[in-house]
């Protein structure tokens, strides 16, 4: 099944030291993104790329960034973590074009959930 | 660790009663709208959507409605199962060349057996 995969589930890291999650898709959709979900909170867009386009959110920090080698992958690497970035990260695909009978429906990976130590 | 998150607003049915999940959109422009559900340690799960050229859109169990003249979209569940506990968002999409989603904030669905 067609679907959107996310790696690891769990990842414990320690304040300040690197973590990279990772997100594939075999939806061959054009658009990847990145939410940030805290504790009954609404999914927060962190980035998001359109093919090879990036598009960083006004207020995400710099401590977040993204790559996407090839359509398929997607990686969010948060380069020193602190204990306020302990949340659900959250990798949705869409198709990106918005057209007659076409949604925008966004498709949801099951999530990872990061502890910061 | 996370810092604490808001409360949710909550709804509690009992098992085999009719559920009505309630959201107000903030953007007149938007024109297409999405309710998900998301279980506790997953990710959001599509249930059904609905464009602006619609009031109401019927799927299995499931209808939404959609008054734009006030921005408020409602998700109905009918015979609410269990399994419909979860956390509901709506999101919506102001279509053109903006393709992202802007979620609402989330209500916490209890069905009591």
């Known amino acids: 099944d067609a679907m959107v995969i996310q790696n690891p589930r769990y990842q414990v890291t320690q304040f300040g030291k690197p973590v990279t999650l990772s997100c594939s898709q075999t939806l061959n959709h054009n658009v990847m993104y990145w939410y940030q979900q805290k504790s009954s909170q609404a999914p927060k867009l962190l980035f998001h790329?359109?093919?090879?386009?990036?598009?960083n959110e006004a207020d995400t920090p710099d401590n977040f960034q993204s790559r996407r080698p090839n359509t398929s992958f997607c990686f969010l690497d948060i380069r020193s973590p602190g204990l306020g970035d302990a949340a659900m990260y959250l990798c949705a695909t869409s198709v990106g074009i918005f057209a007659a009978g076409v949604g925008n429906e966004q498709f949801f990976g099951p999530g990872t959930r990061l502890t910061v130590l | 660790g996370e810092s604490v998150g808001l409360h949710l607003p909550t709804l509690s049915v009992q098992e085999g009663d009719n559920s009505i999940i309630n959201c107000a959109y903030s953007n007149s422009a938007s024109d297409y709208f999405i309710w998900y559900k998301q279980e506790s340690g997953k990710g959001p799960q599509f249930i059904i959507d609905?464009?602006?050229?619609?009031d109401k859109r019927q799927g299995q169990r499931v209808t939404v409605l959609l008054n734009k003249t006030v921005k408020h979209l409602s998700l109905q569940i009918a015979a609410t199962q269990p399994g419909d506990s979860a956390v509901y968002f709506c999101a919506e999409n102001s279509g053109g060349s903006n393709y992202k989603l802007t979620f609402g904030k989330g209500t916490l669905l209890t069905v009591n057996p």
């Open positions: 609905i464009r602006s050229n619609m």
């Open positions: 790329y359109y093919d090879k386009d990036f598009n």
